[in-house]
């Protein structure tokens, strides 16, 4: 596996902790944020406050959420990263998921840094699996 860029490590460490305002330090004010799940955009954002609702909304949704990097891939300012995810819900949500259940994927990452701060995230994955 190659080795992360430091902010986008420092990012994901923070995504592990649920410790929003690390992650928002490690992006540009400029960001933007897309989710892609099953082929689908579940969540966009532009700019840092944007994406600061969407990851606080987030953080608490979860009681806890781990993203392992699998592999990664850097060519000059961008970063694809292979990410195996597991996730427990801490609430009944919107879109069916309920407090308890165990969420397991696999998925992709795509960082773009610009200037050492994380101007770009783009996820992807595929259907979500687990006992409920």
């Known amino acids: 596996m190659t ?3 430091e902010i986008i490590q420092t990012y994901l460490d ?25 082929g689908v955009v579940t969540a966009e954002t532009v700019g840092r406050a944007a994406f600061e609702t969407l990851a606080r909304a ?4 979860f009681r806890s ?19 195996g995810y597991r996730a427990e819900v801490a609430m ?12 397991s994927f696999q998925g992709a990452s795509a960082f773009r840094v610009q200037d ?14 687990g006992p409920s």
């Open 92 to 103: 009944d949500l919107p879109n069916g998921w309920v407090a308890g259940q165990v969420l």
């Open 58 to 61: 987030g953080a608490e949704a």
């Open 65 to 83: 959420r781990s993203q392992r990097v699998r592999h990664a891939i850097t060519v000059a300012d961008t970063t694809l990263v292979e990410i």
């Open 14 to 38: 923070a995504y592990n902790r649920k410790d929003v305002e690390v992650m928002l330090a490690c992006l540009a004010q400029e960001v933007t944020f897309q989710n892609i799940s099953d």
């Open 116 to 129: 050492g701060k994380i101007i770009s995230i783009i996820d992807q994955s595929d259907t979500v699996e």
């Open 3 to 5: 080795r992360l860029p």
